[in-house]
């Protein structure tokens, strides 16, 4: 991670966070990370993802779920 970057642009140049910015994009909350901060995030990458039940992710991804995927994400920032 740069310091010099917002939490978006380490993640999408990250290939270890490529399920949380399809998530970020899928909550809509690409605009609302992408500010100046100050921010902290301990953003969790595709591994973490992974370890979730079969399912999990293609679930919180759906338009449905929006609002739980939300919660989601803005407890890691």
């Known amino acids: 991670m740069y310091p010099t970057k917002n939490i ?3 993640a999408v140049n990250s290939s270890d966070h490529t399920t949380l910015v399809a998530a970020v994009k899928a909550a809509g909350l690409v605009e609302t990370l992408e500010g100046t901060g100050p921010s902290q995030s301990s953003p969790p990458t595709n591994e973490a993802f992974n370890k979730l039940p079969a399912g999990t992710v ?20």
């Not at 293609?58 to 739980?68: A, F, G, R």
């Open 8 to 10: 978006i642009e380490n």
């Open 58 to 77: 293609d679930t919180l991804l759906k338009p449905e779920n929006k609002v739980t995927l939300t919660k989601v994400l803005t407890y890691h920032a």
